[in-house]
């Protein structure tokens, strides 16, 4: 793709606002995270259900965490238009869902509507952002980046992403800012399909299920011997469980796509037990048993 010299510029931050669109799982803890340490957020969301809800996770969560003893020194305020979200805004954080014509519609809408200094960041966990720039401009693809956080305020790190043509700015603003507010980043040195933990955890799960498939263990002895070796609280049967194993499938499926030379053996077991129900925890069964009524197993 090719790109004019831009004037190098930051965001000021001073008296802006920090945007996170989408007031889910991941946005709501963003913005937690932001608020936690003095930022003002807006938090955008067209569902009034999710907004009061992400508002409520926020104030028992913070509660929790510091014990009363904590005040928040920044706000979240939930706002159902995209315009009034990012319009003060030096950085927006889309978790929207992990859909691609959605993402491409945000971007698009997001570099006419935030300032034009502002960051333009991505959430998403299988789309590198460089599939989503093509409805913009010239100078609104070099503000767009992906930063991927994980499950905030437990997991802090976040991994940054150029989308191919990010100004150095854009990083560079981002590596610097976000440990102000709790986050540990850790820079992708070039594109990839899934981030750096990402693709190191995806090859954990996927050994684990061929040394089962090939019947050299059982599922229980792995998750044992795993956690035995790594100090770990979950094998990696009781976290496959914990995600569902569809959407483990599809993820592997994804990286499949990508790499043909993957073994197949890990998606057909994970098949097996998908064409039996056996879902993950959502549904009460997995690689493991849930039966209703006892408490779950951290
Ligand atoms: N859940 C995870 O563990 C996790 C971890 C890392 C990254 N991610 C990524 O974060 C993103 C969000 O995932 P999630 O799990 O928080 O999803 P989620 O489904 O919990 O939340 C998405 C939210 O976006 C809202 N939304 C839908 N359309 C919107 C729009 N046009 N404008 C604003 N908000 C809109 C929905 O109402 C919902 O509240 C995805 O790209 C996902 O890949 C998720």
């Not at 508002?55 to 706000?75: C, H, N, P, Y």
């Not at 913009?136 to 802090?156: A, C, I, K, W």
């Not at 879902?279 to 849930?290: E, I, M, Q, S």
């Amino acid at each position: 793709m090719k790109t004019t010299e831009l004037p190098e510029a930051r965001p000021e931050q001073q008296g802006r606002l920090v945007a996170v669109i989408g007031a889910g799982t991941l946005g709501r803890r963003i913005a937690l995270m932001f608020a936690g340490a003095g930022a003002d957020v807006r938090l955008c969301d067209p569902s009034a259900q999710q907004r009061a809800d992400a508002l409520d996770f926020i104030a028992q969560e913070w509660e929790r965490r510091t014990a009363a003893s904590g005040v928040m020194t920044g706000k979240v305020n939930g706002v159902e238009s995209l315009a009034d979200a990012v319009a003060q805004a030096w950085l927006v954080i889309e978790a929207v869902p992990e859909k691609l014509p959605l993402k491409l519609e945000i971007f698009a809408q997001l570099d006419q509507l935030a300032p034009a200094d502002a960051i333009l960041a991505s959430n998403s966990s299988s789309y590198p952002s460089s599939r989503f720039i093509a409805g913009l401009s010239e100078e609104g693809q070099r503000r767009v980046v992906n930063t991927h956080f994980y499950m905030p305020p437990d997991r802090t790190a976040v991994e940054v992403m150029s989308d191919g043509v990010t100004a150095d700015w854009v990083i560079e603003t981002l590596l610097r800012t976000l440990p102000l507010y709790g986050f540990t980043p850790y820079r992708v040195l070039r594109e990839s399909v899934g981030f750096i933990y990402n693709r190191v955890w995806a090859a954990i799960k996927r050994e684990c299920l061929s040394v089962v498939a090939e019947g050299v263990a059982s599922i229980e002895d792995v998750d044992r011997l795993y956690m035995s070796n790594t100090g770990g609280r979950q094998g990696p049967f009781q976290q496959m469980d914990q995600v569902g194993l569809d959407v483990v499938l599809d993820i592997e499926e994804h990286y499949a796509a990508v790499n043909p030379a993957l073994p197949t053996a890990p998606r057909e077991l994970l098949r097996q037990y998908i064409a039996q129900g056996r879902l993950g925890k959502k549904v009460g069964r997995g690689f493991y048993d849930y039966p209703a009524g006892l408490p779950e197993k951290q």
